[in-house]
């Protein structure tokens, strides 16, 4: 077995052409894989308020690692102790989670492998002990990949009622005209809707990540100290947050709404983090007094960058050509095969036009006109797409019959189904517009005759002065999935497959008294919906199969 070297400061020779020609080979290898990667990040998620901290943990995770880098050879801790057997294979499975992620559009996959690579080209070329002394920036990266839209919306609901509720209660007792409907604020004139943004998500994973940094680079002794101020870390993010949201809604109260939404909206994030911050110091500063007061040590380790003497970094060895060949061939093999199974968009032969292929008269039903008030399904008006702007054709309509009775029917229909932009789901779209759900179950259709029951759902839910029942499912693809994470795992079969699918939201909804009215609603809406199928034209087909 090799014995590890350890590496010392003394001066050497600068490297030659040759010693680095494979650390080049490997870098080419890297570039290849994720630059690309790093480009559709800032063009996409990295571009939007919800993953803005990205860059940021990116540049501070790589500076952190040629810190520690520096630190150990300065502390002769830098050993070269190669073990292949465990990290080539660890970078294998990054690259095979580089060929799903980057094929399917699975960030959690695509930049994670990044940390899986890294580590094993540490591991395979210095050793596991190494590694271990710098697991901290590889851990650090961690905060850098884009999260699921399905567990960010799970996660931030709670957190923008909350924060949107502590903002109406302060502004109310500073004798504001404000009210809250769920994540939507009246304020004067004026409506905010807090966004995924804006609940703290992103800031509170940005402010946890740097907070950790700041405590690993500090070390200070006391494990209570570094503990509580981790924890703290969380409510110092909501305040923070409510801070900010108190910020934009005084400014919309007395300058107008386009002050609210220009330049002052987004001075508003630098408002967030100096009010974080600020809590943060004077966090700090009371649990250093605390520190002291009882009697224990507070003199951390200091944030001074080791000097290192000429030539000190050539020590880090060279790499075997052959290895890092056969490195940037499976390197390129990945990107060839990402490219090769990348799902390609096939239209539906059948062009979907809903207010065409959906009549407005069929059996006993026909549109009400008139305007009547339903929970929303947001389409851009540019007809582009997002996270928050998922469809491509909306339609909302609202039907009444002989006896009166009266159904909203909504569809939302998507060309596309990725695993960054798909259908929303009723029982996330409406607490965030001020309901709540009171039930959900699931609800077997047979919608047309010899067919396969769809797995429907029913939906209870109050809010906005109103109670309503609802009956609703979602078809991706030739399947009905139930769920976020169902979706998302029918959305990477089909692309496995090689294709695309695209996807609708079918869903019927009744005002009722109370709870003891809403089965007899669900069997009008599950009627209605059997008829409507079946007087929808080719087009309209869409509603139940692709």
Known sequence: MAMAHTLNSTATPSPSPAALAPWLVLLAGLAALYVPTLIDLFHGPWSSDRNAHGPIVMTVAFG?????????????????????????????LGLLCYVLGRSQQVHVLEVGSLILVLAGLMIALFGVRTWSRMWFAFFFMMFMIPLPASIVDVVTLPMKIAVSAATEHLLYWMNY????????????????????????????????????????????????????????????????????????????????????????????????????????IGVDSALSWMVRRGGASDEGAGLQLPSLAPGAWAQLGQ????????????????????????????????????????????????????????????????????????????????????????????????????????LHLPEICYPAQGYKVLALSPAPMVVTPGAAALPAKHMLATGQGRLEAVTYWTRISDAYPQGGFAMRMQIFRDGLRGKVADGILVRSSMLVRDDTEAPAAYAVQQDFLRQLVAASDARGHALVVR
Not at 67 to 79: D, G, H, V, W, Y
Not at 229 to 239: D, E, G, N, V, Y
Request: aromatic share 10%; hydrophobic share 50%; glycine share 8%.
């Open 64 to 92: 952190f690692l040629y810190f520690r880098t520096r630190q150990l050879i300065s502390q002769k801790m830098f050993e070269r102790n190669p073990m292949p057997a465990i990290g080539y294979p660890v970078v294998v």
């Open 177 to 280: 005209p404000i009210a809250r409907s769920g994540v939507i604020l009246t304020i004067g004139h004026y409506q905010l809707l807090v966004a995924d943004a804006c609940a703290g998500l992103n800031s509170l994973f940005t402010l946890e990540a740097l907070g950790l940094l700041y405590m690993n680079l500090v070390r200070h002794p006391s494990l209570v100290r570094n503990v509580l101020l981790a924890m703290l870390i969380i409510p110092i993010s909501f305040a923070a947050n409510t801070i900010r949201i108190i910020f934009l809604s005084l400014i919309t109260y007395h300058f107008g709404d386009a002050a609210g939404q220009g330049f002052l909206h987004g001075f508003s994030g630098l408002v967030l983090f100096l009010s974080a911050l600020l809590l943060i």
């Open 319 to 422: 790499v075997a050509t052959r290895p890092a060949v056969l490195l940037l061939a499976g390197m390129l093999l990945a990107v060839g095969g990402a490219w090769a199974l990348t799902p390609k968009f096939t239209p539906n032969p059948q062009t979907i036009d809903l207010a065409a292929s959906v009549p407005t008269r069929f059996g006993d039903w026909r549109e009400l006109q008139g305007v009547v008030t339903q929970a929303e399904l947001s389409t851009a008006e540019d007809g582009g797409r997002s996270l928050e702007q998922p469809y491509d054709d909306v339609l909302m309509r609202t039907y009444v019959n002989s006896q009166g009775q009266q159904v909203m029917l909504a569809l939302a229909y998507a060309k596309e189904q990725r695993q960054d932009v798909k």
